[in-house]
């Protein structure tokens, strides 16, 4: 629990296609263009980075939240759109950015849970495999089709295998069928399936469950997590012990410390 209240709620709209409302410590990103089945034009990759860099940037949002309104997640992308989201990156045709949003490697070190509400394919699948967690809808499907439009799959083929393993990865990727929320469960790509109208309450329960934790040595942990594998296992360890030197050094460590010994609940102020 955080000892002083959070700032006053925060609804933003950005690129008329995505929405970020914030409650309490509770960020909420929405793909909001449901009359495309929220598919990822140029104006929508834009809201989309606009929207998690305030939710990077924002220090009152803990956790956040990413769903799509109406009958899909997220398509993919909309390369019908006059603004393809795929070919619009700056510098020469070989010089171009390859981390260029959320989806393809964006670092955020906050806690991101994934509410898949429906169609789940392509650019929203890569996006929901950077997710920290993913609730399901009971009407969910996800997959990536690219394969059969003759088109490789790049970021996804990097983080599936790792996310899932090896065979169900390729399964996805090589055949360009969709599975189940079910069957995304099995595999590992779902933590949880619910009732769909119980979607966002399921997300927001999961959310006040992260919030018991100090939200600094969240990330710490998460960051740790992420790069430590690409190091080798002493430059890890020595980067680890780093982290837990900063953060050690916050006011909500002497908190968690404190409240220990007093055998009360922490008041976390995420600093």
């Known amino acids: 629990m955080s000892d002083e209240a959070p700032g006053p709620d925060v609804r933003v709209r950005f690129a008329d296609r995505v929405r970020y409302e914030r409650t309490g410590h509770v960020a909420t990103i929405t793909y909001d263009r449901p009359d495309k089945l929220n598919a990822i034009d140029g104006a929508m990759r834009d809201g989309l980075n606009e929207a ?123 055949t360009g069928e969709t599975v189940s929320a079910a069957r995304a469960k099995e595999i590992g790509l779902a933590l949880q399936v619910v009732e769909h109208d119980d979607l966002l309450p399921a997300a927001g329960r999961l959310a006040d469950r992260l919030l018991a934790g100090a939200p600094l040595a969240q990330r710490a942990i998460k960051e740790v997590a992420r790069r430590g594998p690409e190091m080798s296992q002493t430059d890890a360890i020595r980067f680890g012990e780093t982290m837990r030197r900063v953060a050690g050094a916050t006011e909500d460590a002497q908190e968690g410390a404190a409240a220990a010994r007093e055998k009360r609940p922490p008041r976390w102020q995420g600093r």
């Open 52 to 174: 998690f860099a305030r939710l990077s940037a924002d220090d009152e949002a803990w956790v956040g939240i990413v769903t799509g309104a109406g009958r899909a997640f997220s398509a993919g992308a909309d390369f019908g759109s006059e603004r393809n989201p795929a070919g619009e990156f700056p510098g020469s045709f070989w010089e171009r950015p390859t981390v260029n949003s959320f989806e393809s490697g964006w670092e955020l070190h906050k806690p991101v849970i994934a509410a898949v509400n429906g169609l789940c394919l392509g650019y929203g699948l890569t996006l929901v495999t950077w997710c920290d967690f993913v609730v399901a809808s009971d009407r969910a499907t996800f997959g990536y089709p690219e394969v059969k439009l003759g088109v490789p799959t790049i970021v996804g083929a990097l983080r599936l295998p790792q996310r899932i393993g090896w065979q169900p990865a390729m399964e996805l990727l090589l």
